[in-house]
């Protein structure tokens, strides 16, 4: 319910602003001595870009309800059937690197939970403190610039030459092997901030009563952490997935851009840059879905992990 | 024959950055017999907690023990491997701590936990450490233990999540149990049922029992023997008719006086409430040379500034450390 008011302010919110910007995508044309003014008027009374904003913000409902999200002016069709396969492609990039993510956070942050004051300790501070420091835009280049030199991936797209003519088998591994690097990008990227939040979790975790009265207890270390610190640590951590899927969502448009993966950053932005307004709005609404189905598995998960929060429910 | 637990000149510091460390426990002796409750008595921040972690080698990583022995049934403690401690505790000695609140893992159901330290301890099947549980919950009072099993803490009451407490400590039949003020978060109703339930366990079991509590009803009633302690010493020790009858120590006096008890309705307003002990407990990193009691002390001697004194045995077998009975 919530997440559905959300989504409709963000339509009407994205929609003025984007309206309230100067020009449209028929402005450029009137630089063009040889486009009558007669012409452009033509063109944009056709589009209904001369009719008030409240009755085009309408007619763009209209076309959102029958899933055709508007009409794109550059390309001449319906935002709708332009949009899914980007937005497949943005889902397949965000969600392997999430899950990948999350599976070296978890261990590794438990394990450096428990490497207090050491080496490791000391060695991993120093790691994430560098990752974490360095521009996204800086890591995308610099592993390009990997990939460029050592020519062990393809450094940009999604399939190779040819890829229709594979066989299914042999396509799927294209794909994958096309994902590496955009993945290896978006891991890397959000990986220090998930260990290090796992580390302060699972380290809370160890701290508290329960812990100490589970060792005065005589309860084996292995089980303490994995019975006892881990389940405790996992509230916060779940609602922090939410979050991540957020970050991992934005930095993947860069990384698309930067890489040339077909996903929704390149139509984003070439839409931005060319005032295809309907198109523009395609990918933000798109993405605030995206957030709002992280956030609702992340409160889902929560219920099925944290039996306070089932109690408050009933 | 060796007491079942012998604490002999145990000294715990807790350093903290730079400056002196801090004294938590001083030297202190105690014994605890087999099938005995001894009361520790003392106020807060006195160092009956650390002494009970230390027992366990459950100190945190700022508090070490610098000197003494801690044995038990004959065996130094102090000297056993983690797994050879990991072995000890819950199955020979096990501690209830204060909080049952927060003594239990919010996001696991009760009953498990129970069983999770019996088959910490025993080569058990599951199902039979679960059966294990379930009649551990029964002996601690619970009429339901099938719904109480599979309840989680929040879903219980302190009493209720008390008793369970009890069940992990009792489970593996130590012969020795170290309870940090059992009762001491409850309502009094609830204080006297489990007072009532550990009386009835202790003698059932033959449980020797470390109890430190305020609930001086509870020390009367189960303890054979009362401490009392004092910026991390034992300044008397005694009978709990000796002790609360007539208590010697000028501290042991104070405390006595201003712990809580039934109050004269015919009194003054003033009169019932209990008149606090005058001054405050000494800085554990800067310890007095004399006694440690001496700033408060209202019965102040020469010597008492000088050095501590020492335990003197009385004739009718107390201990006290005061320089008013020979120090």
Redesign the interface.
Known sequence: MHGLLLLAGVSLLSFVLVELAPGDYFAEMRLDPRISEATVHALRARYGLDRPLPERYGRWLASLAKGELGYSFAYGQPVGPLLWPRLRNTLLLTVTATALAWLLAVPLGTWWATRRRGPADAALTGLTAMLLALPDLVLVLGLLLLAVRTGWFPTGGMVSLGHEQMPWGARVKDVAFHLVLPVAALVLGIVPALVRYVRASVADALG???V??????????R?VLF??AL??A??PLVSLFGLSLAGLLSMSLLVEVVMSWPGLGPLFLEAILARDFHLVLGPVLASTFLLLGGNLLADLLLAA????IR?EER | MPALLEVRDLTVHYTSGNGAPAVAVDELSLDVEEGEVVGLLGESGCGKTTLLLAILGLLPESAHVVKGSIRFRGRELRTLSGAELRGLRGAEVSIIFQEPALALNPVRRVGPQVAEVVRAHRRWSRRRCREEALSMLAEVGFTAPERVHDSYPHELSGGERQRVVIAQALACRPALILADEPTASLDSTTQAELRALLGALQSRFGLALLLVSHDLGALAALAHRVLVMYAGRLVEAGGPTQVFGDPLHPYSRGLLRALPRAPDPAGSREQRIPPPIPGMSPDPAHLPPGCAFEPRCPDRLPPCVERPPQETRLADGRHVRCFKYGG
Request: glycine share 4%; aromatic share 4%.
């Open positions: 508290a009563p329960f100490r009265a589970a060792r005065a207890h005589g309860i084996p270390e089980r019975r006892h389940p405790a996992a509230n992990t944290d039996p306070r109690t």
